[in-house]
């Protein structure tokens, strides 16, 4: 019963034999590191024994990211695929430019397509996402997703890259991250409130022994929502409040949480992204028009092709599908089933549950009083942390990534802390942009990535996550914030500003 280990040659057999399911299955994992491997196997008994031990009593699927259960898997990622050789299945990502589509060549793609996780999780399903949205007109996106803890070691060939391209360097194979979460050492902690608006700290954790959103099952899905309800109901004092379950709010509910910043946005969800059928496009698709004359049949046209714009406009032609990273991850999957948001009484101390990630840990406040957030912040989550740990599960981690989340660009610390702040003066400077640069900030609009400025208001935050603790990267934000602000009250006496030196993002 539950997991047993057999060695052969190159490859890690990993033999499910659950209580209750008629048939023993099998997964082969395809190797070329086996230290990587075996380092994962040891998390598979030590970090899980909560889901071994229920597999071994017949609740399988309570731990099938890890044990699988699902009679219909088949022993080795998609048979019908190695009908074709990885060239035929290589991405077309010309117009690419997101981190996957730069670090992915047709040899790492050989060498990888045929290997999968204990999740039986691929590849390809690993950079749908990139493959489905090429870029972002403002910020360069990663561009893949991981789909369970193993993902980052299974697929490194391709992870390793495109992290070190995302995080600046840095290299999860020989560096170290650090974390911190003593809110005691943070200075200047309060802004000038004339100008700050709200402060806010987030972060993500995920849960050890479950698959991440873009690979779990419903019931993984509900065991993330049972696990972490129950330990935050043991939350005391102003940490205190209670859980609100998508699925039993109104949709004006709902809006309303949405609108006060509150709770994650819905997923854009229609049939094509849904059922996956608008995967890789518009590769290989076309229309077959009768042009220029009805009894003249012309070759297939791409969809890429300049003829066919007027195709579009005049309805004869589908429409390029909705296609954002929620959706083509599939990490929308039966919502609103399973998520919900958990807050405080006082609505300063929030937790998502199971949109991007398993958890979002969010402490927010209006006003100035960074110091204050954080120090709520790191306490609840340490809180939660211990509350976790009670009941027989951990979060994700190791020494390299730090934190483990679903995508690439929040492992680490996976924090941002951000203020809404007034800068009318600032923001229409040329400088604007290299001044944020050079101080390791990035700026979205008001309401959040791909939103304007509201009265010139602009929503400012770290660009960093990995590499850098949780500590460091809230005083970055306080030191680069007072400098902006310091900015702003020169330009507003008519005083000329100089360009801040670059902030280095490692410490030596």
């Known amino acids: ?49 909560a889901a071994v031990m229920l597999a071994s009593l017949g609740a ?49 793609y050989a060498r990888l397509r045929d290997k999968v996780t204990p999740n039986n999780w691929t590849l390809d399903q690993c950079i749908q996402t990139g493959v489905d949205n090429p870029g972002h007109p403002f ?58 608006l709200s402060s806010r700290v987030r972060t993500g954790r995920s849960i050890r022994g479950l698959s991440l959103p873009p690979a779990c099952s419903r019931s993984e899905r509900r065991e993330v929502e049972r696990v972490a309800v129950q330990a935050l109901s043991g939350l005391k004092g102003d940490l205190s409040g209670r859980y609100y379950s998508l699925g039993e709010m109104t949709e004006q509910e709902q809006q309303r949480l949405i609108d006060e910043h509150f709770l994650f946005d819905k997923p854009v969800s229609p049939l094509l992204t849904a059922a996956g059928m608008a995967r890789d496009w518009p590769d290989a698709r076309g229309i077959w028009p009768k042009y220029p004359s009805p009894f003249l049949i012309h070759p297939v046209l791409p969809l890429c092709h300049p003829l ?14 909705i296609s954002p990273l929620l959706t083509c991850a599939g990490m929308a999957r039966d919502w609103p089933d399973a998520r919900g948001i958990w807050h405080n009484n006082e609505k300063t101390f929030l937790i998502w549950i199971n949109e991007e990630d398993h958890t979002r840990v969010i402490s927010m406040e209006k006003g100035g009083n960074m110091k204050r957030v954080f120090e709520r912040f790191c306490r609840g989550l340490q809180e939660v942390e211990r509350l976790i740990k009670e009941r027989g599960w951990e979060f994700m981690w190791n020494e390299h990534l730090g934190y483990i989340l679903t995508c690439p660009s929040n492992l680490g610390t996976g924090l941002r802390a951000g203020v809404h702040v007034r800068l009318p003066h600032l923001s229409k400077d040329p400088r604007f942009s290299k001044i944020l640069g050079n101080l390791r900030l990035q700026k979205r609009g008001t309401g959040g990535v791909d939103t304007a400025a509201v009265g010139d208001t602009f929503d400012i935050s770290n660009n960093d996550r990995l590499g850098t603790s949780e500590v460091e990267l809230v005083q970055l934000v306080i030191d680069g914030v007072n400098c902006l602000i310091e900015c702003e009250k020169r330009l507003e006496r008519g005083q000329d500003i100089k360009i801040p030196a670059p902030v280095p993002q490692f410490k030596k």
């Not at 003593?182 to 902690?189: E, H, L, N, R």
């Not at 066919?308 to 599908?321: E, G, I, R, V, Y």
């Open 139 to 196: 910020i360069k996106t990663v561009g893949m997703v991981a789909g369970d803890e193993e993902s980052y070691e299974v697929f490194a060939d391709l992870f390793d890259p495109v992290i070190k391209d995302r995080h600046n360097g840095y290299d999860p194979s020989t560096m170290k991250h650090p974390t911190d979460l003593d809110s005691s050492k943070i200075t200047s902690g309060m802004f000038d409130e004339r100008y700050v």
């Open 60 to 108: 399988g699927t309570l731990a099938s990211g890890f044990l699988l259960s699902e009679a219909g898997n088949t022993l080795f990622a998609t048979e019908k695929r190695k009908m074709y050789p990885p060239s035929a299945d290589f991405p077309d990502l010309r117009k690419h430019n997101n981190c996957m589509a730069t670090a992915l060549t047709p040899s790492v």
């Open 308 to 321: 066919l714009a007027h195709s579009l406009q005049d309805h004869f032609l589908f429409d390029k599908p």
């Open 1 to 49: 019963m539950g997991v047993i280990q057999l060695q052969k040659a190159n490859s890690l057999c990993l033999l499910d034999h659950t209580a209750g399911t008629a048939s023993t299955q099998w997964t082969s994992l395809s190797i070329d590191q086996p230290a990587r491997m075996a380092n994962s196997f040891i998390r598979l008994i030590s970090g899980r024994n």
